[in-house]
DNA sequence: TCTGAAAGCCAGAGTCC
DNA sequence: GGACTCTGGCTTTCAGA
């Protein structure tokens, strides 16, 4: 994970539809080189996968809510985890420090899908302590992009 | 929108590098009619853009962490979002219902990225009444793939 | 690990059905 | 919307350094 590297790495998550020979450009490499690093960096997992980026409005989910869950540990948390990953409306769950469990995000049609989500999986579930349902008003910013640092260390091959 | 349109958004959504030839089997017609149709779902913004998915260990931002922020309404409120929206390290920042003004995710290399940026950049803001810092101990599922709703009424052109 | 060139593939535009 | 064609550009691969 060199400068070079990076500079890939950063040009394909800002734009996943761009060729090598823009890439070769920004790399400052031969479109086969810069082939073979773009394929390294998969290999490696740096680069998990390639996606087209959706809006939410457009593809029926605009609301956008989130959950905070006190469950009790051990065989009712398993059991929540279970149902958290097979619900698509489930975008993120997160256990936080803090005193509540969990940290839901939620992408759904309208507030009447939430309340039937509520109402028919997550209130059913056993050993739920407290649940908080806060919805967004407004989304300030929300990108997938992430901060691509430079590690100081970790020049490695 | 119709049936052929979700076929086809679900599966640039799962596999931003599938080519035409692979979608077109998907929406069941013909390459070019569903290059027609992907083309147009991209002027209309259905599909907002391409991007490659990291992992965000290996780019340097392993540490997730959530703020709660509580900020009084006006300038001090103008302030913040401009601030938030040119901090690479936050992701998302949403308005909430109920007491807090804010959720915001964050992605940061470690835990002294995140008292630099608390104590430089949002512990100084004018107007802050309350903050609250989370951080993410485990992560049970973050996907940014948004599931595709069959709206019955708005079976548009 | 890089360069450069050659070979093969795919997307895009045009036409007709 | 489907099927066909053609062309340009791109990806892929390989020899060579």
């Given at each position: 994970m060199d400068e070079i590297d990076r500079k890939i790495v950063i040009a394909v998550q800002q734009?996943?539809?761009?060729g090598l020979a823009d890439l070769a450009k920004v790399s400052g490499l031969s479109v086969s080189a810069t082939a073979e690093r773009l394929k390294r960096l998969e290999e490696r997992g740096v680069v998990r996968g390639w996606h087209a980026e959706l809006d939410p409005a457009e593809v029926g989910c605009p609301l956008l809510a989130f959950l905070r869950v006190a469950i009790r540990p051990g065989k009712e948390d398993i059991a929540f985890r279970r149902l958290i990953r097979k619900l698509e409306t489930v975008l993120e769950c997160h256990q936080l420090?803090?005193?509540?469990s969990y940290l839901v995000k939620l992408r759904l049609p309208d507030i009447a899908a939430l309340e039937t989500l509520m109402a028919?999986?997550?209130?059913?579930?056993?050993?739920?302590?407290r649940i908080s349902v806060e919805i967004a008003m407004a989304t300030v910013k929300e990108t997938a992009l992430l901060p691509v640092i430079r590690a100081p260390e970790e020049e490695e091959a």
């Open positions: 734009d996943g539809a761009a420090t803090g005193e509540w028919e999986e997550i209130r059913p579930l056993a050993g739920m302590e």
